[in-house]
């Protein structure tokens, strides 16, 4: 596990941690098994298979536990890579649609610029920024009259702003 400090601007390897599950008292529903714990390189966790004699095997097993992993200093991401970026664009709307490589490092910002051909170069028309790492859709309601647009999705990572993964579709109406 890591966490991203924002203001040392570098990754914090967390290699202690807490399992645990719900006891009875917080009355919840935690009949059957719950197994936590660690090896040397990871912490794992099971629960939901059912159990003959719930209150006999929660006395033997562990509610919590503490464990220490062996892990890098900082995590082993690369840089962004969209797996696909899809734009539908019509004379209502623009949507698109997107995917980051799950083996790439977490994004913080996802950014959406629509540009229109001005002659020989591209106007900027509109920009969309959403710092939710969630987001894979994004649906922009404009009237959009013909012409030769592009729509640009770039990304950027949680550790470091100038390593950017840019993806280009161009559309016409």
């Known amino acids: 596990m890591y966490v991203f ?17 719900d006891p009875e008292e917080w009355e919840y529903d935690t009949a059957g098994t719950h197994d936590i714990g660690y090896t040397k390189n990871y912490f794992y966790g099971s629960s939901g298979q059912s ?3 719930q209150k006999l095997y929660d006395a033997s097993n562990p509610e919590k536990i503490t464990g220490i992993i062996n892990q890098p200093e900082e995590p082993d991401f690369e840089k962004p890579k969209f797996e696909f970026v899809e734009v539908d664009l019509k004379f209502n709307s623009l949507t698109v649609t997107w995917s980051v490589d799950s083996k790439s490092t977490p994004c913080y910002k996802y950014q959406i610029d629509v540009f229109i051909k001005s002659g020989l170069t591209y106007k900027n028309l509109y920009s969309f920024i959403s710092h939710k790492p969630e987001q894979t859709k994004y649906v922009y309601e404009s009237e959009f009259k013909g012409g030769d647009y592009q729509i640009r999705m770039s990304c950027v990572p949680i550790s470091n702003a100038k390593q950017i993964a840019v993806e280009f579709r161009d559309r016409k109406l």
Not at 5 to 20: A, Q, Y
């Open 5 to 21: 400090d924002m203001m040392k601007n570098k990754w914090l390897s967390i290699n202690k941690s807490t399992l645990s599950y």
């Open 51 to 53: 159990v003959e004699n």
